[in-house]
């Protein structure tokens, strides 16, 4: 759906909300949204692209997150996922990424069947009223809402209520077999705290995976600021690759035979 009073040529299934405009010689590819109050001049606007709201564009091309100026050639990839976009996920990459850590998890889950009944005892002892805690965080999955807008979808994961961290975890497993955690990545969030993150070095982050092995949760202490974490997932994020994933994924196999997965009881409630 297109506005009238907007020049440009557009295709298929592309939506254009009333507030935004196109201001002559604008070009959109099939599923293009723009959100209101974006002004778009001059702009070719690639397939499967979302275009946040009061986004202004002017002599570009744009292809899901990435922008292309073509006035100046410079490239540009946009962190902030409100502003520019890719909502087609589903590549085959993707489909490769989902399905093997998928397949990881189930693996440690049936390796972790020995903790359970372990778990489950200890926090009887500790808890017998409320074993079972319940918290809202934000994962990897993103859908696009109904004003058309693609945002990070929001899960209830659980934890055993107990202080032994590597116990109070285990039910997390199950977020990693249905795809909304993975193995590796940055530390899960609320989304009090993700909506928290404003500056965009804050952001960087959000080019990782979300997963319950990481950086931030091996490596930062308890007790260290909010801005080391953050730091050190955005080196995280701009330098990860399979071979960075494997070495975390070991680091956090062999933090699981440490003291303090057995016997720290300040852990934050989204760390491992």
Same mark, same amino acid.
């Given at each position: 759906?297109?506005?009238?009073?907007?020049?440009?040529?557009?295709?298929?299934?592309?939506?254009?909300?009333?507030?935004?405009?196109?201001?002559?010689?604008?070009?959109?590819?099939?599923?293009?949204?723009?959100?209101?109050?974006?002004?778009?001049?001059?702009?070719?606007?690639?397939?499967?692209?979302?275009?946040?709201?009061?986004?202004?564009?002017?002599?570009?091309?744009?292809?899901?997150?990435?922008?292309?100026?073509?006035?100046?050639?410079?490239?540009?990839?946009?962190?902030? &996922?409100?502003?520019?976009?890719?909502?087609?996920?589903?590549?085959?990459?993707?489909?490769?990424?989902?399905?093997?850590?998928? &397949?990881?998890?189930?693996?440690?889950?049936?390796? &972790?069947?020995?903790?359970?009944?372990?778990?489950?005892?200890? %926090?009887?002892?500790?808890?017998?009223?409320?074993?079972?805690?319940?918290?809202?965080?934000?994962?990897?999955?993103?859908?696009?809402?109904?004003?058309?807008?693609?945002?990070?979808?929001?899960?209830?994961?659980?934890?055993?209520? %107990?202080?032994?961290?590597?116990?109070?975890?285990?039910?997390?497993?199950?977020?990693?077999?249905?795809?909304?955690?993975?193995?590796?990545?940055?530390?899960?969030?609320?989304?009090?705290?993700?909506?928290?993150?404003?500056?965009?070095?804050?952001?960087?982050?959000?080019?990782?995976?979300?997963?319950?092995?990481?950086? &931030?949760?091996?490596?930062?202490?308890?007790?260290?600021?909010?801005?080391?974490?953050?730091?050190?997932?955005?080196?995280?994020?701009?330098?990860?690759?399979?071979?960075?994933?494997?070495?975390?994924?070991?680091?956090?196999?062999?933090?699981?035979?440490?003291?303090?997965?057995?016997?720290?009881?300040?852990?934050?409630?989204?760390?491992?």
């Amino acid at each position: 759906t297109v506005p009238e009073h907007n020049a440009g040529i557009v295709g298929t299934f592309c939506r254009v909300r009333a507030e935004a405009a196109l201001l002559g010689d604008v070009v959109l590819c099939h599923k293009v949204i723009v959100d209101r109050d974006a002004k778009l001049r001059a702009t070719v606007v690639l397939p499967c692209t979302y275009i946040g709201k009061a986004v202004k564009l002017h002599n570009a091309i744009v292809w899901g997150n990435l922008l292309i100026r073509v006035d100046t050639g410079a490239i540009m990839q946009i962190v902030d &996922s409100l502003v520019l976009a890719n909502f087609n996920t589903e590549t085959l990459h993707a489909k490769f990424a989902g399905v093997f850590n998928r &397949s990881l998890g189930l693996l440690t889950f049936l390796i &972790s069947l020995p903790l359970w009944p372990l778990a489950l005892f200890a %926090t009887l002892v500790q808890n017998p009223r409320a074993p079972l805690r319940k918290i809202k965080l934000r994962g990897n999955v993103k859908k696009i809402d109904d004003e058309g807008i693609l945002r990070p979808h929001d899960f209830t994961a659980f934890s055993f209520s %107990t202080s032994i961290v590597l116990l109070r975890h285990l039910p997390k497993i199950f977020a990693v077999i249905n795809g909304q955690l993975r193995m590796v990545g940055v530390s899960p969030e609320t989304p009090a705290q993700a909506n928290a993150r404003t500056d965009t070095w804050e952001k960087i982050r959000d080019c990782a995976p979300v997963g319950i092995i990481g950086p &931030s949760q091996v490596s930062v202490p308890t007790d260290a600021p909010i801005e080391e974490s953050l730091i050190v997932e955005a080196y995280y994020a701009r330098t990860r690759h399979f071979g960075v994933d494997a070495r975390w994924l070991l680091r956090g196999l062999l933090t699981c035979f440490t003291k303090p997965a057995w016997w720290e009881k300040n852990r934050g409630e989204n760390n491992i």
